[in-house]
């Protein structure tokens, strides 16, 4: 196995860029498309339904608030209302499905209402819900928004249609009388011009198709302030996600801990308790031998017990060790950098570690055990389902963009690029368990708000990369 630390310069590992996401259907077909784009008229059908849903929502969004306002007096109704209150998470769901199917736009679902312990936490846990307000808002917000967007939409489409197949339908108006004496069949704009000559029926139709093509336009304008209102309104909050994103990592971490607890313990107990065990028996073999035989002991047999009982000792003692190791490596003490290059001279395949930067990095305790824990699962699993020749592992701190604020902050970069045959994937495990690897470690890295990013295509190579935010400098290490 080779190992080498770069402190200056770049790693020679080669690294990957992300692969892009598939983007949504854009919010607008082409130009010369749209009249005829299956968006458009998802659109127009969105406007519909927003139509029809607009009056049954504003009157329960405006019930809501003047029975709360009514009944705040007393204890028994406030509960009542917070139930009514509760009910428009419902409302919300629906303009959330709705705005997924017809109007394209991805929306996560808000974390689901908790009922909270005690008399008045739960009552303040049913009327504070932001995401039912945030919902009632919607609800009031858009009720002129789809009585105007529908009549404009459909006004233009209308004109349009009209003004294009003209020629045809106008035989059957009446004749109206011009001021001249003259009789006129077809469209009239003021009181002597008539759409009745070939010409003045061309020049109409080119005036509908144009109008037509702009149908689209003018609507999503309206879809376009839909799309806002559903973004900002009924998606979770900046600050419901981070608490989600907490619970589930605490939860991950606690069920972690759990396993390896457990993990340990049957180690105990299978491994090391049964050493124990026959050590102890051994010794009392040999004390059976001296007891029995003070007047003449058999000198080769007492050794052979007391040899194999040496033998189980010190089994017993590397079998502690590297127990003790898989809780917490030795060499993390000495840094990063140095229980890196100790995983890579214990792996079975030659790994190559380059760290950029290690040296006088503050890294808290529990970033450096989960980011040796990362790069030992990434190895063995080029080791074992890759088929790799060999792997490189490149770790430094490097400034990211935080998803959060868009600022750049510090952060603990870790690529793992093997030579491996490629199609490693984060997937749910199957039946037997398979495939949970990533996934696993995905939820491990959530405890101290990391990112996996996989890079793998068909036939290699692939490239891992770990992201653990830091805090600042001189702050509050986890």
């Not at 009249?35 to 019930?63: Q, S």
């Not at 967007?149 to 009446?174: E, N, Y």
Request: proline content about 6%.
């Amino acid at each position: 196995m080779t190992t080498m630390t770069s402190t200056d310069g770049p790693a020679p590992a080669p690294a990957a860029a992300a692969p892009a996401r598939p983007a949504a259907w854009p919010a607008r077909p082409p130009f010369l498309l749209a009249p005829y784009d299956r968006r458009t008229w998802r659109g127009y059908g969105f406007l519909w339904l927003a139509l029809l849903l607009a009056p049954f929502a504003f009157t329960y969004a405006l019930f809501t608030v003047v029975f709360t306002a009514g009944v705040a007096v007393t204890v028994v109704g406030l509960f009542v209302a917070g139930g009514v209150l509760l009910g428009a998470r419902g409302w919300g769901s629906m303009y959330r499905r709705m705005a997924v199917r017809y109007l394209g736009v991805e929306i996560a679902e808000p974390a689901p209402h908790t009922p909270r312990r005690g008399f008045w936490r739960r009552l303040g846990g049913m009327l504070g819900d932001a995401t039912a307000w945030r919902a009632l808002l919607y609800m009031v917000v858009t009720f002129p928004l789809a009585i105007v967007s529908f009549v404009v939409s459909t006004v233009v489409l209308a004109v349009a249609l009209g003004a294009v197949t003209h020629w045809f339908w106008s035989r059957w108006l009446p004749l109206q009388q011009a001021s001249d004496g003259s009789w006129h069949r077809g469209a009239s704009f003021g009181a002597d011009w008539f759409v009745d000559t070939p010409v003045r029926q061309l020049a109409l139709v080119g005036a509908g198709i144009i109008l037509l093509y702009l149908w689209p336009q003018v609507q999503a304008l309206f879809v376009g302030l839909f799309r806002l209102l559903a973004t900002g309104l009924l998606s979770p909050t900046r600050a419901s996600l981070r608490v989600a994103y907490a619970e589930r990592a605490r939860a991950v971490t606690v069920e972690d801990a759990d396993a390896r607890l457990r993990r340990i313990e049957r180690d105990l107990h299978d491994g090391t308790q049964a050493h124990l065990v026959a050590v102890a028996m051994q010794i009392g073999e040999a004390r059976e031998l001296l007891r029995d035989g003070s007047d003449g002991v058999d000198v080769a047999e007492l050794a052979a017990v007391l040899d194999t009982a040496h033998t189980s000792t010190k089994d017993t003692l590397a079998e502690l060790r590297e127990l003790a190791r898989g809780i917490r490596p030795p060499a993390l003490d000495a840094g990063l950098a140095v229980a890196l290059e100790t995983l890579a001279a214990r792996a079975a395949l030659p790994v190559r570690v380059h760290a950029v930067g290690l040296d006088g990095a503050d890294l808290p305790p529990s970033v450096t055990a989960i980011s040796y824990f990362a790069v030992a699962e990434l190895v063995a699993n080029a080791t074992k389902h890759a088929r790799a020749t060999g792997v490189d592992v490149v770790a430094g701190v490097e400034p990211v963009a935080d998803a959060t604020t868009g600022t750049a902050r510090r952060a603990l970069v870790l690529r793992v690029h093997d030579d491996g045959e490629g199609g490693a994937g984060v997937r749910a495990p199957d039946a037997s368990g398979r495939g949970s690897g990533l996934a696993g470690l995905t939820d491990r890295l959530s405890g101290v708000d990391g990112t996996l990013d996989v890079v793998s295509p068909a036939g290699g190579p692939t490239v891992i990369t770990v992201t653990i935010p830091l805090p600042a400098p001189g702050g509050a290490r986890r």
